[in-house]
């Protein structure tokens, strides 16, 4: 039953990942499965930044809805997709240490 399995047609995905897997165990590349306690510090980093992800979007809104002049919303959309980068780039550095840790 499990060797038919095996023989089913596989999805693009599916072929996709196997290469990948082969080209990882050929570079020399190993897996490391997370642990409970990093597993939780992720989620943990996650859900803050997720808040303030928000925050900022909330920040901007309120910035925005004072603001008349063209010129005055560009700089607070670019302050903010700014502001949007380098949190983006915080939370995945520290997801990253706490992946290789």
């Known amino acids: 039953m499990i060797a038919a399995m095996n023989d089913e047609p596989k999805s693009a995905i599916e072929l996709a990942m196997a290469r990948l897997k082969k080209q990882d165990a050929d570079a020399g590349v190993t897996e490391h499965p997370l642990t409970d306690a990093q597993k939780q510090e992720i989620a943990e980093v996650r859900k803050t930044y997720a808040a303030k992800l928000a925050q900022e979007e909330i920040l901007q809104h309120s ?32 997801i990253e240490k706490i992946r290789n840790a």
């Open 63 to 94: 910035k925005l809805s004072g603001a008349v002049d063209f010129e005055q919303r560009q700089t607070i959309d670019e302050h903010y997709r700014r502001d949007l980068e380098r949190l983006n780039h915080e939370r995945d550095r520290k």
